[in-house]
């Protein structure tokens, strides 16, 4: 069965730093591009980050500078890094990944708090 499998989130200050991860098993991995959503309380899930096949990636304005997605093929792990912290990246962070069809992990929570 596939699996998408998010840790790293937790509780930061403004201004810090995260690196969430999402391990998955059951896909070809190499083949799939894989992305970061994000669901804030009371609002509808967006994509942060995406990651192709080939290594391009695109982001949300809002974190353009400041997240990092990246791909480790033979770790089959997509990484998010988050720098420079704001209050308002607080959320729900999701793994997806996605060829055929699409495949969501469970979430990691990110609190952006002073």
């Known amino acids: 069965q596939v699996q998408l499998v998010e840790s790293g989130g937790g509780l930061v200050q403004p201004g810090g730093s995260l690196r969430l991860s999402c391990a998955a098993s059951g896909i070809s991995f190499r083949v799939y591009e894989l992305g970061w959503y994000r669901q804030a309380p009371g609002k509808q899930r967006e994509l942060v980050a995406s990651?192709?096949?080939?290594?391009?990636?695109n982001y949300v304005d809002s974190v353009k500078a400041r997240f990092t997605i990246s791909r480790d093929n033979a770790k089959n792990t997509v990484y998010l890094q988050m720098n420079s912290l704001k209050t308002e990246d607080t959320a729900v962070y999701y793994c997806?990944?996605?060829?055929?069809?699409?495949?969501w992990g469970q979430g990691t929570q990110v609190t952006v708090s002073s």
């Open positions: 990651i192709r096949s080939d290594g391009s990636t």
């Open positions: 997806s990944a996605a060829w055929a069809q699409p495949y």
